[in-house]
């Protein structure tokens, strides 16, 4: 009984995270997508820093760009973060 329990919300988080769709809101630096109810948050133009609460990638270290672009990608509601600037 317990385990069907959970099995049904589990079935519940899953399907609401992928049915909620997708938004894109344009900022005064850029522009912010954010997919499958936060999932993945893409901004443009964003030179923020991050949070102290993620895994922080350089793009510009492992990738070599001299021109940043300020493209910051958030994955698993902002458990990795991948930065250009």
């Not at 895994?55 to 940043?68: C, M």
Request: positive net charge; glycine residues 10%; contains cysteine.
């Amino acid at each position: 009984m317990k385990s069907k329990t959970l099995l049904v919300l589990a079935t519940c988080a899953v399907v609401a995270s992928l049915s909620s769709g997708c938004s894109t809101q344009k900022t005064r630096t850029g522009r912010n997508s954010s997919f499958l109810g936060g999932l993945f948050v893409y901004n443009t133009g964003s030179y923020q820093p991050v949070t102290p609460h993620t895994i922080d990638l350089d793009g510009t270290q492992f990738l070599g760009r001299v021109n940043p672009s300020g493209t910051q990608v958030s994955a698993l509601w902002g458990t990795v973060t991948l930065h250009d600037y």
